[in-house]
Structures are given as C-alpha cells and as structure tokens.
C-alpha cells in the first residue's frame, strides 16, 4: 500500500503556457496550472459544471517532456504527490500554497 501513501492523479487541461526555470546546478523546473472539471445534479436537477484549478511543478527529466510538448489548453494526465509549503510576502504576510509534484505526465489530445 505504500504507492497510495499520498499519490495524486489528475486529468485536466493546462491554463497557461509552462513556465521554465533553469538552476545554477543545470537542473530544471518547470511550473503551470492544471484545471479539472466535474459534473454533478443540483437539487433541482440542474447540470452543474465545476472547475477546480491546481499548482502542478515538475522537475528534472519530467520538467523537460512539460517545456517541450504543453502548452495552454493541452489536455494531459499526471500522476504525483502533493506538497505544502509558506512562504512571507512583501508586507510581512505568512503565504501558504498546495502543488502537485508531478512525477509522470502523459498527453491525452493530439496536438494541433
């Protein structure tokens, strides 16, 4: 059981461009937004549509397949783990944040 210990999968479609940056060391990371969308009645029936927007971050060999194939509205599926982290903004502010740490990456639509 311990590939379920925090394993994150996602479908969705990319919401930017990726964002790429190289380290001093000549690693790599690549970041973007994910959105994925579900689907459920209401009360009355009704479709109602629901999007939820992710943090994905990739590095290395993986950050590589992400600057080189996705773009924006590229539809992929990933499979990762999340992680936490703070950080102190400009005016002293404690920020927190979720992302996913994508550790494979497939394409779903054929590019165009």
Do not use: C
């Not at 919401?15 to 001093?24: N, V, W």
């Not at 992710?54 to 773009?71: C, E, Q, R």
């Not at 783990?81 to 005016?91: A, I, M």
């Amino acid at each position: 059981m311990t590939t379920l210990t925090n394993s994150v999968r996602l479908i969705g479609r990319l919401g930017a461009d990726p964002k790429t940056f190289t380290f001093e060391n000549g690693n790599t990371k690549a970041t973007f937004s994910l959105a994925t969308t579900d689907y459920y009645k209401d009360k009355d029936g009704k479709k109602v549509e629901e999007t939820q927007w992710h943090n994905i971050v990739a590095f290395g060999k993986t950050a590589k397949v992400v600057t080189d194939y996705l773009s924006k509205g590229r539809e992929i599926a990933l499979q990762g783990k999340l992680t936490h982290g703070s950080y102190e903004d400009k005016d002293g502010n404690k920020r927190y944040f979720t992302e996913v740490v994508a550790s494979e990456i497939r394409i779903l639509d054929k590019k165009s």
